[in-house]
């Protein structure tokens, strides 16, 4: 089946350092790779996407890349903030499956002052 | 332009009783689709409707699950004889149209159940 497997969180960091969240995939197809974000007592916002390997996803400073050879799209920002603070999903959605988004189980991200 | 409408924000339903979820999609949108999201779980996905046709409701239980997407009005999602594992919080999507997975869902707040 698909599958979307995703680091454990919490992950705390200090302001300004580095951030890599790991996600990897399992999919019977041809994926389009999604990251979207959860800030508390809101629903799931769209953070990046890429829809064929190779291609890079990139918003407000976060990126991530589609490597088919390792099924991976991590998500990277160089230097995080205390708004960065939120939880953080990685998900596909399979070529012809609609618009089902399969989510694997979140990552939290809390960034200290 | 309002986003995925919601309500309510928040529901206590007694065991044995009814839940009805709503979800106003976005203007023009005609798709909709219903996740549920466990206590440290991810988002799982339930069912997906458009106008006065379910699509895909693979995600559902297969008894007390119910939903619809009605011509006029939001859609609804119903959950029969609530017990407390049913205490989640259930999201809704909505979309334009599907276009292979470039057509991006845009998500409501949520509705959290809880089951007492």
């Known amino acids: 089946g698909n599958s979307v497997t995703q680091m454990e969180g919490p992950v705390t960091l200090s302001e300004e350092a580095f951030l890599t969240i790991n996600c990897t995939y399992t999919a019977t197809g041809y994926p389009s790779l999604f990251w979207y974000v959860q800030y508390p007592g809101e629903g799931l916002q769209l953070l990046l996407k890429?829809?064929?390997?190779?291609d890079k996803g990139s918003n407000k400073g976060f990126e991530a890349t589609y490597r088919k050879e390792t099924t991976s799209f991590h998500l990277e920002k160089g230097s995080v903030q205390v708004s960065d603070s939120a939880v953080y999903f990685c998900?596909?959605?399979?070529?012809?499956?609609?618009?089902?988004?399969?989510f694997g189980t979140g990552t939290q991200l809390k960034v200290e002052l | 332009n309002a986003g995925v409408m919601q309500n309510p924000r928040h529901l206590v339903r007694r065991r044995g009783q009814e839940a009805r979820l709503r979800c106003s999609p976005m203007k023009g949108h005609s798709h909709v689709y219903w996740y549920r999201q466990l206590p440290e779980e991810g988002l799982k996905f339930m069912v997906y409707l458009q106008k006065e046709n379910i699509i895909d409701e693979s995600g559902m239980p297969k008894e007390r699950f119910s939903a619809e997407f009605p011509k006029e009005g939001p859609s609804i999602l119903r959950i029969q004889q609530v017990v407390r594992g049913d205490s989640a919080a259930y999201f809704c999507a909505s979309s334009p149209a599907v276009t292979q997975g470039r057509t991006e869902a845009f998500f409501g707040q949520g509705t959290r159940l809880t089951v007492v």
């Open positions: 890429a829809t064929k390997a190779d």
């Open positions: 998900a596909l959605i399979l070529t012809g499956g609609g618009n089902k988004l399969t």
